[in-house]
């Protein structure tokens, strides 16, 4: 391995979790406040609003022009959110009712097209959420239209007292939930109906959903921005926290309105976030000719395109319109960084550094793994909607006494997709492991030694496999296994006495880990990047990056584009900031931070893909509390 002189500084990991790193000044922003957290920074963000199976969506014809329009948002690269009605009813002037749903048991060609028109967004950048249930209240005819979907209510209807109850929100969101479920969609968000609801019945919406794309009509101060609440959430099972996103530019309905809009923009700098019905654009369509001078039918769905030369649709003139002001479509995973999510209660008394977060069942998703004095136990981990979904209970895997000095943390030792428990001692220097099974770590064997006195142990992965590093007494010590037999090779790299080591991919140009190291004295993280065979080049200072005396220091690819980023947490404000790795050894700060979520000074930060998407997710465990809390990531790895 290279000689390397250090004077800069690294990551450190307790138990196979991120610990705290304190550094530079950091001067708090308004988000610690939640006062406007999008002033000033251009964000415009499009929702499609009343997207159900019913009127002009009601026809094969009419999803092929809702998909163009789709389309057409898609190629001029703005992110797009879809308010879906999962079952429409409506009640004929025959007094005969009509129903269609997303979760029809036996679903017709218009249904079934339906739900591909949705999975087609989905994949391409589309973010659904949940417009309620139905839209609509009761099985008979009123007067005020109520009966029917898009025009009626659902909740919080004077003269219906049970659509004000707890039982009857708990009840249309989980019909909802299965309804997206059924059809193989995710949903991203909650919208009450006309933004009709009870305050009461919001804390049901936020237990199963950690994003409200509608305004904080209970917090008059946060109606034209969003607003984040960092309390729990206690219908079903106990979460943390919650994010309102509103839409105050409200709705286009004519020309007029888009230069009123457009108007609007160019005089304020808040977040332009508006919804809009497909439906408008219908007339700008025509269907695209087949060769055969046939309308194109592709997958069953009739083919629309704009027609030639028309620039004038609504949709045209708000997209080229915020562009020439400067700006930017976001969706909602860009301007919230982090989904609030799931709550996970480890044993009383359980201690951080005795938590490791790694996927030991195989399922993809993050196990977390609780060493006890004698027994290793796990939680295994099941992060998908809703977020009330409860956890499974502790289960113990291993039943062995770990040596006080014994340095534990997950490795894939054998290479099955599953990490194993390896622990090694650093009076003796021997290294054992216990291999992950069918809910069971096998017995533990002796796997080999190492030098005595190691600190610091993290994986190192490699494109030749799995591998460690570790601090020695002269510098670092790389270890690699062949058929499971340990061989390790000393440098006399020079690290500064407070120096911590991470290891983590910083480059998408190869499948090797890279080298932070943070120094508390120096302030300043750097890397020493891999340049194959073992060695690693001279360390560089990370730019953009700053931090406050009390910050934690976390490292994840938080959107998924193969380079991890740095993350910072402030447990005293409960702000979390993200530094995005752009490459070439640079890091920028994203728009906006995360929070404040997961305050308490007390609290401790770590990183783990929880749910499985290749993306980093974050976690603050409470000690006092013994609770885990989970906000998870969806963010684009092209934005």
């Given at each position: 391995?290279?000689r390397?002189?250090?004077?800069?500084?690294?990551?450190?990991?307790?138990?196979?979790?991120?610990?705290?790193?304190?550094?530079?000044?950091y001067?708090?922003?308004?988000?610690?406040?939640?006062?406007?957290?999008?002033?000033?920074?251009?964000?415009?963000?499009?929702?499609?609003?009343?997207?159900g199976?019913?009127?002009?969506?009601?026809?094969?014809?009419?999803?092929?022009?809702?998909?163009?329009?789709?389309?057409?948002?898609?190629?001029?690269?703005?992110?797009?959110?879809?308010?879906?009605?999962?079952?429409?009813?409506?009640?004929?002037?025959?007094?005969?009712?009509?129903?269609?749903?997303?979760?029809?048991?036996?679903?017709?060609?218009?249904?079934?097209?339906?739900?591909?028109?949705?999975?087609?967004?989905?994949?391409?950048?589309?973010?659904?959420?949940m417009?309620?249930?139905r839209?609509?209240?009761?099985?008979?005819?009123?007067?005020?239209?109520?009966?029917?979907?898009?025009?009626?209510?659902?909740?919080?209807i004077?003269?219906?007292?049970?659509?004000?109850?707890?039982?009857?929100?708990?009840?249309?969101?989980?019909?909802?939930?299965?309804?997206?479920?059924?059809?193989?969609?995710?949903?991203?968000?909650?919208?009450s109906?006309?933004?009709?609801?009870?305050?009461?019945?919001?804390?049901v919406?936020?237990?199963?959903?950690?994003?409200?794309?509608?305004?904080?009509?209970y917090?008059?101060?946060?109606r034209?921005?969003?607003?984040?609440?960092?309390?729990?959430?206690?219908?079903?099972?106990?979460?943390?926290?919650?994010?309102?996103?509103?839409?105050?530019y409200?709705?286009?309905?004519?020309?007029?309105?888009?230069?009123?809009?457009l108007?609007?923009a160019?005089?304020?700098?808040?977040?332009?976030?508006?919804?809009?019905?497909p439906?408008?654009?219908f007339?700008?369509?025509?269907?695209?000719?087949?060769?055969d001078?046939?309308?194109a039918?592709?997958?069953?769905?009739?083919?629309?395109?704009?027609?030639?030369?028309?620039?004038?649709?609504?949709?045209?003139?708000?997209?080229?319109?915020?562009?020439?002001?400067?700006?930017?479509?976001?969706?909602?995973?860009?301007?919230?960084?982090?989904?609030?999510?799931?709550?996970?209660?480890?044993?009383?008394?359980?201690?951080?550094?005795?938590?490791m977060?790694?996927?030991?069942t195989?399922?993809?998703h993050?196990?977390?793994?609780?060493?006890?004095?004698?027994?290793?136990?796990?939680?295994?981990?099941?992060?998908?909607?809703?977020?009330n979904?409860?956890?499974?209970?502790s289960?113990?895997?291993?039943?062995e006494?770990?040596?006080?000095?014994?340095?534990?943390?997950?490795v894939d030792?054998n290479?099955?997709?599953?990490?194993?428990l390896?622990?090694y001692?650093?009076?003796?220097?021997?290294?054992r492991?216990?291999?992950?099974?069918q809910?069971?770590?096998?017995?533990?064997?002796?796997?080999?030694?190492?030098?005595?006195?190691?600190?610091?142990?993290?994986?190192?992965?490699?494109?030749?496999?799995m591998?460690?590093?570790a601090?020695?007494?002269?510098?670092?010590?790389?270890v690699?296994?062949?058929?499971?037999?340990?061989?390790y090779?000393?440098?006399?790299?020079?690290?500064?006495?407070?120096?911590?080591?991470f290891?983590?991919?910083?480059?998408?140009?190869a499948?090797?880990?890279?080298?932070?190291?943070?120094?508390h004295?120096?302030?300043?993280?750097?890397?020493?990047?891999?340049?194959?065979?073992?060695?690693?080049?001279?360390?560089?200072t990370?730019g953009?990056?700053?931090?406050?005396?009390?910050?934690?220091?976390?490292?994840?690819?938080?959107?998924?584009?193969?380079?991890?980023?740095?993350?910072?947490y402030?447990?005293?404000?409960g702000i979390?900031?993200?530094?995005?790795?752009?490459?070439?050894?640079?890091?920028?700060?994203?728009?906006?931070?995360?929070?404040?979520?997961?305050?308490?000074?007390?609290?401790?930060a770590?990183?783990?893909?929880?749910?499985?998407?290749?993306?980093?997710?974050?976690?603050?465990?409470?000690?006092?509390?013994?609770?885990?809390?989970?906000?998870l990531?969806?963010?684009?790895?092209?934005?």
């Amino acid at each position: 391995m290279k000689r390397k002189l250090w004077q800069q500084i690294g990551i450190g990991i307790v138990g196979g979790l991120l610990a705290a790193v304190a550094l530079a000044v950091y001067i708090p922003t308004q988000t610690e406040t939640n006062d406007s957290p999008n002033a000033g920074k251009r964000h415009v963000m499009i929702r499609l609003e009343d997207v159900g199976l019913g009127g002009d969506y009601n026809t094969l014809e009419g999803l092929g022009k809702l998909r163009a329009v789709m389309n057409y948002i898609e190629s001029e690269d703005v992110p797009f959110h879809v308010a879906v009605i999962p079952r429409r009813m409506s009640l004929q002037d025959d007094g005969v009712w009509k129903e269609k749903g997303i979760d029809d048991p036996n679903p017709d060609e218009v249904v079934s097209a339906f739900i591909q028109v949705l999975q087609q967004a989905e994949q391409h950048g589309g973010v659904l959420g949940m417009h309620g249930y139905r839209h609509q209240y009761g099985e008979t005819y009123r007067s005020d239209g109520e009966q029917n979907s898009g025009i009626g209510s659902e909740f919080n209807i004077k003269d219906a007292p049970e659509t004000q109850e707890l039982s009857y929100a708990a009840e249309r969101m989980k019909e909802s939930l299965a309804a997206f479920a059924r059809a193989g969609l995710h949903p991203a968000f909650w919208e009450s109906p006309h933004y009709k609801d009870t305050h009461e019945q919001q804390g049901v919406f936020r237990s199963f959903v950690g994003l409200m794309y509608q305004p904080d009509l209970y917090a008059k101060s946060a109606r034209d921005d969003m607003n984040t609440y960092d309390t729990i959430n206690t219908y079903g099972q106990d979460s943390l926290g919650s994010v309102y996103i509103p839409a105050p530019y409200r709705y286009i309905s004519d020309d007029k309105s888009v230069d009123q809009m457009l108007d609007k923009a160019a005089k304020d700098d808040g977040l332009a976030s508006f919804y809009f019905h497909p439906f408008l654009e219908f007339s700008h369509l025509e269907p695209v000719i087949g060769t055969d001078g046939n309308p194109a039918v592709k997958e069953g769905i009739p083919l629309y395109q704009y027609k030639e030369g028309d620039t004038s649709s609504y949709l045209h003139k708000l997209i080229a319109g915020f562009k020439k002001l400067d700006y930017r479509w976001m969706s909602l995973h860009d301007i919230v960084p982090f989904t609030p999510a799931h709550r996970v209660t480890l044993p009383p008394r359980t201690k951080l550094q005795n938590v490791m977060l790694g996927d030991v069942t195989g399922r993809g998703h993050a196990d977390v793994v609780v060493r006890q004095l004698h027994r290793i136990l796990v939680i295994p981990g099941n992060y998908e909607m809703p977020r009330n979904r409860p956890q499974e209970a502790s289960q113990v895997w291993l039943r062995e006494t770990f040596a006080p000095e014994e340095q534990i943390l997950l490795v894939d030792v054998n290479n099955d997709g599953r990490q194993d428990l390896l622990a090694y001692n650093a009076e003796t220097g021997n290294v054992r492991v216990a291999i992950a099974d069918q809910k069971q770590f096998l017995p533990v064997r002796a796997m080999g030694a190492l030098p005595l006195g190691l600190s610091s142990l993290r994986t190192l992965r490699s494109s030749s496999g799995m591998g460690l590093i570790a601090r020695g007494d002269k510098g670092l010590v790389q270890v690699n296994w062949l058929n499971q037999q340990l061989t390790y090779q000393e440098s006399d790299t020079k690290l500064p006495e407070d120096a911590e080591i991470f290891t983590a991919h910083m480059q998408n140009t190869a499948a090797d880990d890279d080298i932070l190291c943070v120094s508390h004295k120096d302030r300043r993280v750097s890397i020493m990047y891999r340049q194959g065979q073992g060695l690693f080049a001279d360390p560089q200072t990370a730019g953009g990056v700053s931090f406050g005396n009390s910050d934690q220091l976390l490292v994840g690819d938080t959107n998924g584009d193969g380079r991890s980023d740095l993350i910072v947490y402030n447990a005293e404000t409960g702000i979390w900031r993200v530094f995005q790795n752009e490459g070439d050894n640079h890091f920028q700060p994203l728009d906006n931070e995360f929070g404040p979520w997961a305050q308490g000074k007390e609290r401790r930060a770590v990183v783990a893909d929880f749910d499985g998407n290749q993306k980093m997710d974050m976690g603050s465990y409470d000690e006092t509390g013994h609770v885990l809390d989970l906000a998870l990531s969806f963010r684009s790895g092209t934005r």
